[in-house]
């Protein structure tokens, strides 16, 4: 029902907030946005893990993990055709049932087919390419149900449900799985469960969700195309973006600002998990989901929202290189590991923290390029931009560092890798003093 024509309960009354049931109807967001981000996490974070574990080399889990990111770098492509099927509210449903659909195939996968890696593959990528429609929908979903400024005051409730999914997902679930290992001594059985548990909260989400999402209007006949066309209109923007001056020497600088973290990205996980005589820490799943997937998502959150605070006191052209250089000193912890091996759990959780704070923070300066390739005129590109260019100029390094690692080992890899960061900001000094010369 359209929302000039909506008086019902089940019209979108939390657009304008008022009312003794306000509150009670906009607790949506954070269930939406958390079960959006519980299959995210595990394509993106707690893959890998899955690779490795069942026997898939560190050179195939890594380009594995990095093709999971296709549908997260193609999704906007299809922007304006999931708006025209329009009916938001039964987009999110389906979906939703699709995870757990899925999670429990891959459940199954686990315990029928150990050692088939592909098997394990191809069921992460179709939960990848539902995570990345279920974004664009809640998304929408979002902007359709909130007016601008209810959005920005119900953006930290999102952004909180956001990063406790991810918690709960890379830090509890790994550190479950890891608990059960030792139990049952069977890796298959151990992930079996583990999928079933997040496929029981998906569902509980799902069901709750069946309920509480206002309805929406239905797609217009007006718009209808095919997907083609509508690939065919976002190709147009991005045609329209790269008349931009020099967007493409920007697109290079931020690929280089990004380096140093693309190839950290599932290295450091394959560092803690590989064994000492690998030249890896040698840590237990539970010690991994403790001190990279709780105390490190929490380290990324803080330094995430104090980057974007401060981006909101401060011109981003003044405070650029308070970004820049914390984003390229992420890699220098876990250079200095490879000589000193952390003695205890606190130490690895004390020095994922900086670690991961850095990256948080310094991966804000992202929007300084986004917006610059966006223009003035395509700002309300910004959001359907950010992901996909980000995840395009990372996948190439975050795909080769398992074989990268496997041929140069851990301490010159990581070496390497902190090395690349001058080299940005080298290139981006230049760049940036011919701007401000050329204006």
Known sequence: MKESQSTNVSAPLPRDGQGSGASTRTVWIATLF????????????VA?????????????????????????????????????????????????????????ALAFTFLRYTHRSLFLFVGLFVLSFLSA????????????????HL????????IIASQSAVVLTYGLLIMFVGALQVVYRRIP???NEGCYLMAGVLLLFALYHLFALHHTNVADPRLHGSAIKAVREEMQVIDRIRH???WLRYVAGMALLLLPQSLMFYSRVLFLYMPKTEGGLGCTMQEIGFAQGTVGVIAFSIGMLLGRQLMRWADVHRVFWWYAIPLGLSPVFYLLMTFEPPMSLMTLSIATFQAQFFFGFGLNVA????????????RNTINYLYIPLVATVMLPAMATSGWLVNQLGFRTFFLIDVLTAPVSWLYLYVILKVKKLKS
Request: net charge positive.
């Open 34 to 45: 958390a079960a959006e981000e519980i299959p995210a996490s595990i394509v993106t974070y």
């Open 48 to 104: 890998v893990l899955m690779f490795l574990q069942t026997e898939t080399s560190p050179a195939i889990a890594t380009c594995y993990c990095g093709l999971l990111f296709l549908p997260w770098v193609l999704k906007s492509f299809l922007r304006s055709y999931v708006r025209r099927m329009g009916n938001f509210r039964r987009q999110l449903q389906w979906l939703e049932l699709s995870f757990v659909a899925v999670l429990m």
């Open 189 to 191: 059985r151990s992930w």
């Open 133 to 148: 429609w279920h974004e664009l929908v809640a998304r929408m979903y979002y902007e359709r149900m909130l007016r601008p």
């Open 367 to 378: 929007m300084y390029f986004i917006r610059y390739i966006s223009g003035e005129r395509y």
């Open 244 to 246: 931009k001056p020099h």
């Open 151 to 158: 959005q920005r005051i119900y953006n930290t409730r999102k």
